[in-house]
């Protein structure tokens, strides 16, 4: 029989999927409602009916009905097992209107299909069809409840921002069994939800965690004393002994013994490419001592005040650029006469000519920490950094700390970095390379904090004059307006009883593409508060404002500029209220 | 010096320095290291000249045809040109021999014609300007210093001498570079032009077609798919301009072919490559690189590793004497396992005499090693002809599938080859095969023997009476009335099958035609040939790892190689923050065996973290990752948290370093999932 076929195989697909448990129940409940209906016989007259309409547009409307009179035996049922609603909505609430309809449009096909298998097949289909037919019904009437459960329940609009993609051929898998015993198995889903299946395959975790509404967070918040500013955290890390300093320093010596083997490797011409966890700056400036001492010993040096020249590269600091290292290199290579071009594409062919005319005594050895930080990843400067490396004058000896770095290279850079890699696994913190406060702010979008917070923000208005203070706060106030028309918007279609709790987190979520004042917007505002007078004066502002941090400039989705003050509502709130009393600043 | 962006190194103030260099000196085990790199350096020069010229004799043909084209389109006095000369050079899918490629041909290209030769990528055209201005550098510069301030500058000083002053991607300074610089012809090689804009090639002919009768330029595209695809992308007006060649270069995979006969399947390599490491360099040259560079650079790797980490190789010296030796590579080479296969055989031939000089004295077991490193050597250089026979003789005889050197060299090296079906099927074809083919065999063999690979070759010596053989078949041919070829009494077609219907069952009986007598004759030829071939191939195909001294001669592990070569450096991050104690092999954060344990507070702060981040979903809220933190790492009492917070801080921040999050706009103080281990 192709229906409960049909059937079978949509099970065996959720089979598939790792919530095996799941499955199970689901099967429970199927034997609970066909018994459930069984013994109701008022369900089978809504069969009855059902069969004698045969259409599916019947049953949508037998569903409306059944909604006026709540006498039906199904409502009866419904309300027998109390809460279906709510549990409903726990579990997806991503229910959108697109896929009731789908789902509805589904179930007209099914009823046809049905009605067809079982004048082919005969009575002895009855009984499930019968099953099916309710559970159906069933659906639509609770998917219909689901849409006004859906409106009053608070906490489903948190996961309103998630986009979650369409599936709606899972979507009614789950309910029409279950609406019978829809509060356990909306429990028992619950009860697993914290748990996920352990021990699966990491393809299979992958769409475990990306399963639609599948990841569910709370919405907890750090407040903000929670995270350490700088001072804090220096502060706090002076004192701090990492329990595993000593196998550190082992690992460190485990790679030092490796210094001599790539010296050699970089004696015939090969380079070195560093990877694994910790940061590889120890070793690298151990090996650049290391190399500067066994250079010292040799031909050109020993026994002369002569040097050896090595060139060190921090790729992880902030501004670094090609032409810096280039001009290191060169400063290295040729002999300081003369002017060096401008250019990058000349000033290489510059070095690449010293070299070829006037080869050094060895190789010169350019040391790279982070080479795949995020200045250097541009394809002009590794495939620069590659033309400088397939040259035998130049030994290089590179660290990358990210784990998918072989991606910087295509065949053709590889073949000319001529690269070997060694694991130089070290689990040093990466103190130098990152400032773990500021990242972590950035990362959690409370990047103003980095002028210290408030407090920074106050402490630069002080220095500046009465005007910019007021430009300062007609930003504010004119982004603190929008958020709030933001939240009314929302709130009007969306979330009419939106609580106190969820008001707060929403505006950042939803508000976030539109956020921040327009920048004519802005500048017509401070003119006509007399802020300003012309536009150049504006700019000069906004220009102070900018170089303290105090204001980012993002491009919506339309293109046009917008000025926001990275902070959040609270703060912002706090901050306009001590910008109107004037005298804190 | 840690902040600054990039600096000259010099060495730290002298007190610290002591402390260091004992770290690094007093782990220094290896004796003898230098003398072995120069042995090292002796061998690698040879395999280096073979690779070379094995290289230079693969490119030669094609870019002596090239060359001769770009000089046969020189200008000439007879009217203006009607079509650019285009070379059309399909140089394979192997895009990263192409630069090498092209800058050998370009060398060449200057020496031997009197033209001017310019490379240009796509990523120095992302349009026709930027092309033009590269272009009119990459011809001009050669001569003359410009920079652009310097040109600006100097701007009005040229313009008021020689008219308006040109921009700088106009032609026009390469017609007044050519009046200084006479040349033949320019070339201009598009080294890929399958990355090149079709825009930008259309308008790059049409332009340098309308500048034809002033400056004489050759083009050349490098492609990468076919010339048929090359085509279809240009317009055909701008085909029309064009006057095309095509060369076909030799395709990467038969270089290496090549390659692998010069080096790894040479009869006087050594030391010899294993083969499952050379069945890893091959692979790894089929599915991944398809790059010559790479195959020479896995080599070279092999041969330093061999020579810097075993001891033993020592022995592999030019002329060795006793006194070089100290008394470790003695021990070295004791410590062999063929060293002790070696003894234990003696022990069961109870020949304890020798077993007992062997392990006590240096002098007896120098003599022993200097013995067989030579007849090793011999065994595996026969060995290595034997499969060069085998392919030879497969190839002659055009057996199906074609099965080359590097395939056949593998089986025989991991000693599979002698009962493999290969060479079953061999044999068999060669006891059937006319006299033509077996003609042709044995002089492809002769020629083999008289072939000298590499400079200081020996004559390969294939121990079959080939020229005996050869002698006779041409004399039997030579008085062979027939016009077809003699056959062997195995061959098929001799054979007839007859069928009887004897009370009404089918009776087939094979039937053998009667053999003429110079078929008779000639089947004791094949016979003779087989018979000899098969008893060469029983003595040369050993299996090479039972023979004492293997690990000197031959360098067979993949350890080093693998990871140098083909680093897993996000398996490598994983493993050290989802098991840290693989790496840091503490006290405290061991228990790998039981999983449910692994996540322990004593580890490292960025593990514990990134293991919380492996259970949860795509978004992750960081004060819930930040209170299981706390859970596992934070002291009882709420006051003293913030030596966890910073620690947190620092395990998160590094997760972004690595690229492992991502902040999320979605909701406030959460973090996007970037990674999944394993995957």
Redesign the interface.
């Given at each position: 029989m192709t229906s409960a076929k049909r059937k079978r195989d949509a099970q065996d697909a959720e089979n598939t999927s790792p919530r095996k448990l799941r499955t199970q129940t689901v099967e429970e409940d199927e034997n609970d409602s066909v018994s459930e209906l069984e013994a109701q016989t008022p369900s089978r007259r809504g069969r009855g009916l059902l069969a004698e309409n045969g259409t599916p547009r019947s049953i949508l409307k037998k569903s409306g009905l059944a909604n006026e009179f709540n006498a039906t035996p199904k409502s009866n049922r419904r309300l027998l097992f109390a809460t279906p609603t709510k549990a409903a909505s726990d579990e997806t609430p991503n229910g959108t209107p697109t896929i009731v309809r789908n789902a509805d449009r589904s179930a007209r096909r099914k009823s046809n299909r049905k009605l067809i298998d079982r004048t082919i097949n005969g009575a002895d289909s009855e009984d499930e069809a019968l099953g099916e037919e309710d559970a159906l019904a069933q659906q639509i009437l609770s998917e219909e409840e689901n849409e006004q459960a859906r409106k009053q329940d608070k906490e489903a609009d948190?996961q309103e921002?998630?986009p979650v993609p369409e599936t709606p051929s899972k979507r009614p898998r789950g309910r029409p069994k279950g609406t019978g015993k829809n509060q356990l198995a909306a429990k028992a889903r619950k009860e697993r939800e914290p748990t996920?299946p352990?021990e699966l395959?990491?393809?299979e975790?992958?769409f475990w965690?990306?399963r639609p509404g599948?990841?569910?967070?709370?919405?907890?918040?750090?407040t903000s004393q929670?995270?350490?500013n700088h001072d804090?955290?220096f502060e706090?890390?002076q004192?701090?002994v990492?329990?595993?300093e000593p196998?550190?320093e082992?690992?460190l010596?485990l790679h030092?013994?490796a210094?001599?083997?790539w010296i050699?490797?970089l004696q015939?011409g090969?380079n070195i490419c560093l990877?694994?966890?910790?940061s590889k700056?120890a070793i690298t400036s151990?090996f650049?001592?290391?190399t500067?001492?066994h250079l010292l010993d040799q031909a050109p040096y020993k026994g002369t005040k002569k040097t050896p020249?090595?060139?060190?590269?921090?790729g992880y600091?902030p501004?670094?650029?090609l032409k810096?290292?280039l001009?290191?290199i060169a400063?290295?290579v040729i002999p300081k006469s003369g002017k060096l071009?401008?250019?990058t594409s000349?000033l290489l062919?510059c070095i690449l000519d010293n070299l070829a005319r006037d080869p050094p005594p060895h190789p010169l050895l350019v040391?790279i920490n982070s080479v795949d930080a995020a200045n250097l990843r541009k394809?002009a400067v590794q495939?620069t950094l590659a033309s400088l490396a397939v040259h035998p004058s130049i030994n290089l000896l590179c660290t990358?700390?990210?784990?998918?770095?072989?991606l910087l290279w295509d065949?053709?850079l590889?073949?000319?970095f001529?690269f070997?890699?060694?694991?130089a696994?070290t689990?040093a913190?990466?103190s130098?390379?990152?400032?773990?406060?500021e990242?972590?702010n950035?990362?959690?979008?409370r990047s103003g904090r980095r002028i210290g917070g408030r407090d920074g923000v106050g402490f630069v208005l002080k220095s500046l004059p009465e005007h910019a203070r007021a430009l300062f706060r007609i930003i504010v106030a004119e982004q603190l307006a929008l958020s709030y028309m933001d939240d009314g918007d929302q709130g009007d279609d969306e979330d009419p009883t939106a609580t106190s709790q969820s008001k707060t987190?929403a505006p950042?979520?939803a508000s976030?593409p539109t956020q921040g004042v327009e920048y004519r917007r802005l500048y017509r505002k401070a003119r006509d508060e007399f802020v300003c007078t012309s536009e150049v004066v504006f700019r000069t502002l906004l220009k102070e404002f900018h170089d303290h941090q105090m204001i980012e400039s993002r491009k919506d989705s339309m293109g046009t500029e917008r000025l926001v003050v990275p902070f959040?509502q609270e703060e912002l709130q706090t901050l306009l209220e001590e910008l109107l009393l004037g005298d804190a600043f | 010096?840690?902040?600054?962006?990039?600096?000259?190194?010099t060495?730290?103030e002298q007190e610290s320095?002591p402390s260091?260099?004992q770290?690094?000196s007093k782990?220094?085990p290896?004796t003898d290291l230098s003398e072995r790199?120069k042995i090292y350096s002796k061998t690698w020069a040879e395999q280096e000249k073979n690779i070379q010229i094995t290289l230079e004799e693969a490119d030669s043909a094609t870019q002596g045809k090239i060359i001769n084209f770009v000089a046969a389109n020189a200008p000439s006095e007879d009217g203006p040109r009607i079509s650019i000369p285009t070379g059309l050079i399909v140089a394979g899918p192997?895009?990263?021999?192409?630069?090498p490629y092209f800058e050998r041909l370009g060398r060449r290209i200057t020496d031997e014609t009197n033209s001017s030769y310019v490379v240009l990528t796509s990523?120095e055209s992302p349009n026709l300007k930027t092309f033009l201005k590269n272009l009119i550098k990459k011809i001009t510069?050669r001569t003359e210093?410009d920079?652009?301030?310097e040109e600006e500058i100097g701007r009005s000083a040229t313009s008021s001498r020689r008219g308006p002053k040109l921009l700088n991607f106009d032609l026009g300074h390469v017609q007044e570079w050519t009046s200084r610089n006479p040349v033949q012809s320019i070339v201009v090689a598009i080294q890929d032009s399958e990355a090149f804009d079709t825009a930008l090639l259309n308008e790059m002919v049409d332009l340098f077609y309308s500048w034809l009768d002033r400056l004489p330029f050759v083009l050349l595209f490098g492609i990468a798919t076919s010339s048929e695809s090359f085509e279809d992308r240009l317009l055909g007006k701008s085909l029309r301009y064009l006057e095309g060649q095509q060369f076909d270069v030799t395709q990467s995979d038969e270089i290496i072919e090549k390659l692998f006969c010069a080096t790894v399947a040479h009869p006087d390599t050594e030391p010899h490559i294993g083969p499952n490491l050379c069945r890893r360099i091959l692979e790894r040259q089929k599915d991944h690189?398809?790059?010559i560079?790479?195959f020479v650079?896995g080599l070279?790797?092999a041969y330093?590793s061999h020579f810097?980490a075993n001891p033993a190789t020592i022995f592999l010296k030019y002329d060795p004497k006793f006194k070089d030796f100290s008394s470790d590579a003695f021990e070295a080479i004791r410590n062999l396992p063929s060293f002790r296969r070696y003894i234990e055989e003696k022990l069961e031939d109870g020949d304890t005499q020798s077993v007992r000089q062997l392990l006590s004295s240096d002098q007896s077991l120098f003599a022993v090693i200097e013995e067989h490193v030579v007849a090793v050597q011999d065994i595996l250089s026969s060995l290595n002809i034997a499969a060069m026979v085998l392919t030879r003789i497969r190839e002659s005889l055009g057996i199906t599938p074609k099965v080359r050197l590097s395939s056949v060299w593998t089986r025989a090296a991991s000693g599979e080859l002698l009962d493999s079906p290969l060479l079953r099927e061999t044999m068999l074809s060669i006891k059937k095969t006319p006299s033509d083919k077996l003609a042709r065999v044995i002089d492809s063999l002769i020629s083999l023997s008289a072939e000298k690979v590499g400079p200081e070759a020996e004559e390969i010596d294939i121990p079959i009476e080939l020229q005996t053989l050869h002698c006779e078949l041409k004399t039997l041919i030579e008085n062979n009335a027939d016009s077809g070829p003699l056959r062997s009494q195995d061959d098929v077609r001799s054979e007839s099958v007859r069928t009887t219907v004897v009370a009404q069952k089918v009776l087939l009986s094979k039937h053998k035609a009667a053999l003429s007598e110079q078929d008779k004759a000639y089947s004791e030829i094949v016979a003779r040939f087989y018979q000899q071939l098969e008893s060469y191939f029983r003595f040369a195909l050993i299996d090479p790892k039972t023979l004492f001294l293997y690990e000197v001669l031959v360098y067979d592990l993949k350890s080093p190689h693998t990871?140098?070569?083909q680093?897993r450096?996000?398996l490598?991050?994983?493993r050290?923050?989802a098991t840290?104690h693989d790496?840091?092999?503490?006290g405290?954060c061991g228990n790998t065996q039981d999983?449910e344990n692994t996540l322990a507070g004593?580890q490292?702060a960025?593990a514990i973290v990134y293991q919380l981040y492996l259970?949860?979903?795509?978004?992750?809220?960081?004060?819930?990752l930040?209170?299981a933190f706390n859970a596992i790492v934070g002291k009882d009492d709420e006051e003293e948290?913030?030596?966890t917070?910073?620690?947190f801080?620092?395990a998160?921040?590094?997760l972004?370093?690595?690229?492992l999050?991502?902040?999320s706009?979605?909701?406030?103080?959460?973090?996007a999932?970037m990674?999944?281990?394993?995957?």
């Open positions: 948190a921002a998630i996920p352990n395959p990491a393809h975790e992958y965690q990306n599948g990841s569910k967070t709370s919405n907890n918040t750090l929670t995270l350490l804090e955290y706090t890390m004192s701090y990492d329990r595993h196998e550190k082992y690992l010596e030092s013994r210094y001599d083997q050699f490797e015939e090969f990877y694994g966890y910790g700056r151990e650049a001592a290391r500067y001492q020249k090595i060139v060190v590269v921090n600091t501004g670094v650029t810096d290292i001009a290191t400063s290295a071009p401008n250019q000349s062919t040391v394809s495939s990358a700390d990210t784990p998918n770095f072989p065949v053709g590889k073949a000319q001529k070997l890699f060694h694991d696994t689990f913190s990466y130098v390379e990152i400032d773990p406060v990242t972590v950035e990362l959690l979008g987190n950042r979520a976030e959040r | 010096m840690e902040h600054s962006r990039c600096y000259i190194y060495p730290p320095r260091k260099r770290r690094t782990s220094k290896h790199l192997s895009i990263a021999s192409h630069g990523g510069s210093e920079d652009d301030d690189v398809q790059n560079q790479d650079h070279k790797y330093m810097y990871e140098v070569f680093p450096p996000r490598a991050l994983e050290a923050l840290p790496y840091l092999g503490c405290c999983r004593t490292p960025t259970e949860s979903g795509t978004l992750i809220n960081a004060t819930d930040w209170s948290q913030s030596p917070m910073a620690l801080q620092r998160l921040a590094e972004k370093h690595l690229g999050v991502k902040p706009r979605k909701k406030a103080d959460h973090v999932k990674m999944w281990k394993g995957l």
